[in-house]
């Protein structure tokens, strides 16, 4: 590793420190007793009737919660685990030499952290994004999905569809090659992006002969000073934690992927929407993974996606601001189940300048993240529910099967109710 790299790593927020954090506790002791008020805000979002002198445990407390975790003691065990398994990693213990071991990831976030953190299996980065473009049920569904990518990204990503489109093949033949092994294990975290990649992996196994034993790691949340967004923002120690974690995927968990596969290529979206709806399902974070991709339907009052409505509303609370804070914003805090990509953001961003009367009004510029965003009069009208999206003929958009053609009845999402509407 460079300087920069080595840095970089050990300033992880989620490689927690012991002595750190009971540093952290006793200022935050201090500042309180002193009447600080972020510190007194702090502590009363854990412990509203604490006053001051504040006790050092309850200041330990405080530090677990924000953190992740339920108190000091569990504070603690976490940081020995991690302790624990980089003491394994660097003593060159190798997690999955027992057998034969291919290891499927949406992305490309933890190819290299999985061998640092003592790994030798081969790595399979399964990537095709169906939360966004369509995917159809027809042969041809990766021509099309080749098309969408190359016309959404292809420009930022400098990648012609003819390299994307072997990409997404050379993927599918990965997923097809998996029988060639004693094990796959598969590393998915709980939003939509990740869920909707791992019910078309499950389909895929549903159908092998002879498949190999099949693993899954799954996560929504891992204690740190960050919010948890995905597997790929962990340092190789955590990895290695994740690994003891892992579970045998079921015959009932390869059927439910199958299903979920074929209702999300669906044009009509109450068949995933039903699945959505089970609160039994056999995948913990399926449900409310669907939940939210059903919501990038037009609304039924104002014809926004939710990811669209909360651009407007970032814009709204916060003014002009550039692309890339916009998409800052939205991760860290407005998204409920963040599962963008920047480029995916990017895309959205500028669909919504290219209606009859455009929503956003982005300045020039060659890098996107530094072009600065603002909200139009159409944009607020929207966001204040007194003008339809889809009444402005918005560019066509697919959410997974369903098209959404302007000028046609599409499908909407009816918060309120909770429910499906064809308008």
């Known amino acids: ?63 677990a919660r924000e953190l992740g975790l339920p108190s000091w003691p569990k504070l603690k065990a976490h940081i020995e685990a991690l302790d624990a398994s980089t003491r394994l990693i660097r003593g060159g213990n190798i997690s999955d030499a027992d057998r034969r071991t291919l290891h499927i990831r949406c992305g490309n976030d933890i190819g290299e952290a999985l061998t640092l953190a003592g790994f030798e299996g081969r790595f399979l980065e ?75 992996v499950l389909a895929a196994f549903s159908d092998m002969r002879g498949r190999p034993r ?13 919010r948890f967004i995905g ?45 959505a709806e089970n609160g039994a399902l056999p995948l913990p974070f399926m449900g409310a993974a669907l939940n939210r991709h059903v919501q990038e339907l037009p609304g039924v009052a104002d014809g926004l996606s939710l990811t669209q409505r909360l651009i407007l509303r970032i814009l709204h609370d916060r003014g002009r601001l550039t692309a890339g804070r916009i998409f800052a914003a939205l991760m860290r805090g407005y998204e409920p189940l963040p599962w963008l990509g920047d480029l995916m953001f990017w895309h959205i961003l500028r669909e919504m300048t290219r209606c009859a009367e455009p929503l956003l009004e982005i300045a020039p510029g060659e890098d996107w993240p530094k072009r600065e965003v603002s909200l139009t009069d159409a944009g607020r009208a929207c966001l204040d529910g007194r003008l339809d999206y889809m009444s402005l003929s918005p560019p066509e958009r697919w959410v997974g099967g369903v098209r959404l053609l302007p000028g046609a009845p599409v499908w909407r999402w009816d918060e309120e109710s909770r429910a499906l509407r064809m308008r």
């Not at 190789?236 to 390869?254: D, G």
Request: negative net charge; hydrophobic residues 45%; proline residues 5%.
């Open 231 to 275: 597997i790929g923002q962990l340092p190789p120690e955590a990895l290695h934690m994740l690994w003891s974690s892992r579970t045998a995927v079921t015959e009932a968990q390869l059927a439910l992927g199958a299903r979920i596969w074929a209702a999300l290529r669906a044009g009509d979206p109450t068949g995933l929407w039903t699945i």
């Open 1 to 63: 590793m460079t300087d920069s790299d080595t840095a970089a790593f050990a300033a992880n927020p989620f490689r927690l420190n012991l002595d750190q954090q009971k540093k952290r506790a006793r200022e935050l002791q201090r500042a309180f007793n002193a009447d600080n008020a972020d510190a007194l805000s702090r502590v009363h979002v854990w412990r509203e009737t604490l006053s001051a002198p504040l006790k050092l445990a309850d200041a330990q407390f405080v530090i």
């Open 126 to 200: 399964y990537s095709n994004p169906f939360c966004q473009g369509p995917v159809t049920p027809d042969g041809d569904w990766l021509a099309r999905r080749a098309d969408f990518l190359a016309e959404a990204y292809g420009e930022e990503m400098d990648r012609p569809k003819s390299d994307i489109r072997a990409g997404l093949m050379a993927e599918e033949e990965g997923l097809a090659q998996a029988a060639d092994y004693e094990r796959v294990v598969l590393w998915f975290e709980h939003d939509s992006y990740d869920q909707l990649i791992l019910a078309r």
């Open 214 to 226: 099949i693993e899954l790691v799954s996560t929504d949340s891992f204690p740190g000073a960050e």
